[in-house]
């Protein structure tokens, strides 16, 4: 499926809708034309923004760095910032109205927790995930498929799109635990569990078991018991996860040495965390950051036809 045919295809139909009002579609795709601007939006629910290159994305008060192969899922979004870091980038963009999302659709996505409270979130404040789906060939495949989709201008085409978009969110939860960066998103706010990860996203370096549970007002115990039901692993595992997570994000990100990298995360040892990083990546830190440069390297707008996404 040709990438850069999908995005002229996307730019054609989206000038036939602003012609036509587009006042008859559920949905919306389109390119972001500037290297830097805003997004505005008062009528869609949801947005995906999907990035090709290095971007700098402004939601309320936080400014989410991407790269290639991050995704953006968006919740009530009216305004968003946006600027490229390096020449020749893509941002795509797809909107959702909530009439969209009706009783069958939700009714497919229903055992797929995460992603299903926050497409109901009753949000009043804008909520996003933000993800790396880099490394996973099927996430990427059913999002191509999505692009596909969304670019037609039928509109009897709602149900292959609804398809598609069940199929790439499914497939996305399923590996939402290796690809969502927690620090990086909002994680629903007014759920126990979102609030709970946010905050140890925001204090990885610090947070234990007991100022977690001070912070929440409850008892340690008790408060972990609780933890191992919501995230469906011990208190101990996720933080591991996160710190390991905030690892990739600035071995990615930043010229930071391994050693530099350590003590922001707050581990003791440089030798634990070789040990435990490797054990869940199979790769060493330094070879984490070559294997993503060159990713980066490699899906430049003049090799989008073989791009990651």
Not at 147 to 172: I, Q, R
Not at 182 to 193: C, H, K, L, V
């Amino acid at each position: 499926m040709d990438i850069q045919n999908l995005f002229k295809q996307i730019k054609e139909n989206n000038k036939y809708r602003k012609v036509k009002k587009g006042s008859d579609f559920n949905y919306e795709a389109y390119i972001a034309e500037d290297s830097k601007g805003e997004i505005l939006n008062n009528i869609y629910d949801i947005s995906l923004l999907i990035v090709y290159g290095r971007y700098s994305v402004s939601l309320e008060n936080n400014n989410v760095k991407m790269l290639n192969g991050n995704i953006i899922l968006l919740k009530r979004g009216s305004k968003v910032r946006y600027e490229m870091e390096e020449m020749n980038g893509k941002l795509c963009i797809i909107n959702f109205k909530k009439d969209f999302f009706d009783t069958q659709l939700l009714s497919q996505m229903a055992d797929c927790p995460i992603l299903y409270d926050f497409i109901r979130l009753n949000a009043t404040e804008v909520e996003y995930l933000v993800f790396d789906i880099s490394s996973y060939e099927i996430i990427k495949t059913y999002l191509r498929v999505l692009l596909y989709e969304v670019s037609s201008l039928n509109k009897k085409n709602d149900k292959l799109v609804k398809a598609a978009l069940v199929l790439f969110l499914t497939n996305l939860h399923h590996v939402h635990q290796e690809t969502l960066i927690i620090g990086e998103s909002s994680m629903m706010r007014d759920y126990d569990i979102g609030s709970w990860l946010k905050y140890m996203a925001d204090n990885y370096s610090t947070v234990t078991l007991k100022s977690i549970a001070e912070t929440f007002n409850f008892n340690p115990t008790y408060f972990s018991m609780k933890f191992k039901v919501l995230a469906n692993c011990q208190f101990s595992e996720k933080l591991l996860q996160i710190k390991l997570e905030k690892a990739k994000w600035l071995l990615s990100t930043t010229n930071l040495s391994v050693t530099s990298i350590v003590d922001i995360i707050g581990f003791k040892e440089k030798s634990y965390f070789y040990r435990v990083f490797k054990k869940n990546y199979n790769i060493t830190p330094l070879q984490y950051r070559k294997n993503r440069n060159q990713i980066q390297n490699l899906d430049s707008i003049e090799n989008i036809n073989k791009a990651d996404i």
